[in-house]
């Protein structure tokens, strides 16, 4: 999902500057991808809060596993805040675009137009894309690695 | 002996003045006012409709006219506006550029808008229709405005009774050759014009 989202705000932000109607729909479909991020990723940290998450890995060093928990929380940090981040973004931007979450449900208005503040979160939006992507891709290619090593991290994950 | 940069500078503050003694009735034995129609005191907004979704409002921030509004018979009122298409605002700088392109008000070619009204219906109760030529892009068309006579009151800074001359109305933008994006931007633009006026008395003078 969070490689969808990326993927159709290059497009997006790419598109033919006059055709609005499919940027409206891309813009829409990348905001209800976010949403949906934002749902799966507090019903994973609510099943890990309720200890139903997966244990620590067996087989691996305490030290390698405290790093692999700084990975995660990275990853569930930047999870949350992209979404919320990109609501704002939404929300301040000087164009009063709706937000329609899966195309039918609008949401409400929390601020409004504001240009220094859309300015900063767009920004700060962006840089977080492509760190959470950078990240995302590292936590694949830590259990592929993992998992070569004959790790049983991989299939779990999946 | 004075320069021509200075007399220039003279008699500068009088051209204004003329063009309102200009802008006065011909004829003052009846109660009809005279007003100017310019940025200050009048609001020129517009906006249009997204897929029923949302709204874009923009306006206009150069134009001048005149409005003689007659009280006691409304039908002697005319209303006669030049608005500098090139003025038109709107909050992203890709949109207004758009808007003065020539898909729409074609700035470059047409930049000025008119709006010269000839006949004034009263509706009753303080309202008025008012048609007029409307010419956008070169293009002259028959439009019907609203318009009334709003928050009637007594304003001690202006020293008399003053009140908002709002003029609504809806233009079909196709009419006027302008056609771009009909998928996204609705046909119909809404007019939103408001006009801070001081009430004069039977005594005609210009604001």
Redesign the interface.
Same mark, same amino acid.
């Given at each position: 999902m969070v490689l969808a989202a990326f993927a159709v705000a290059l497009i997006m932000t790419d598109v033919e500057a006059r055709d609005f109607l499919l940027r409206f729909w891309l813009y829409q479909a990348h905001k209800t991808i976010g949403l949906l991020v934002l749902l799966a990723c507090l019903a994973r940290l609510g099943l890990r809060l309720l200890g139903r998450g997966p244990g620590p890995v067996k087989g691996l060093p305490t030290s390698k596993r405290r790093l692999a928990g700084l990975g995660h929380a990275a990853l569930y940090g930047l999870l949350l805040a992209m979404p919320v981040l990109g609501l704002l973004v939404a929300d301040t931007a000087p164009q009063k675009v709706p937000t329609l979450f899966l195309g039918l449900w609008r949401l409400p208005v929390l601020i409004g137009p504001d240009a220094a503040l859309f300015e900063g979160l767009s920004t700060l939006h962006m840089v977080l894309a492509w760190t959470l992507v950078v990240l995302a891709l590292g936590h694949g290619a830590m259990a592929i690695h993992h998992h070569r090593r004959g790790l049983d991290v991989l299939r779990r994950m999946l | 002996m004075m320069t021509f940069r200075e007399t220039w500078q003279k008699f500068l503050p009088i051209i204004p003045l003329a063009g309102a003694i200009l802008a006065l009735p011909a004829s003052d034995a009846d109660a009809a006012d005279a007003y100017r129609i310019r940025p200050g005191s009048t609001t020129i907004a517009f906006s249009v409709d997204? $897929?029923g $979704? %949302?709204?874009?409002e923009g306006d206009f921030t150069a134009f001048d006219g005149s409005l003689i509004l007659d009280l006691d018979d409304p039908s002697r009122s005319r209303v006669d506006v030049r608005v500098e298409t090139g003025s038109v605002e709107v909050?992203?700088d890709?949109?207004m550029a758009?808007l003065r392109s020539d898909d729409y008000f074609d700035s470059g070619d047409f930049p000025e808008m008119r709006f010269k009204a000839d006949h004034v219906t009263s509706l009753g109760d303080g309202k008025v229709e008012i048609d007029g030529d409307l010419t956008i892009r070169g293009v002259t068309r028959r439009q019907t405005l609203q318009a009334e006579l709003t928050d009637r009151r007594f304003d001690p800074a202006a020293g008399g009774e003053v009140a908002n001359f709002i003029v609504t109305g809806k233009v079909d933008r196709v009419g006027f050759g302008m056609v771009a994006?009909r998928? %996204?931007?609705s046909d119909d633009v809404d007019l939103r014009i408001i006009s801070y006026i001081r009430l004069v008395g039977d005594d005609v003078a210009a604001r």
């Open positions: - | 997204h $897929l $979704l %949302f709204q874009t909050e992203s890709e949109a758009m994006d998928g %996204f931007v």
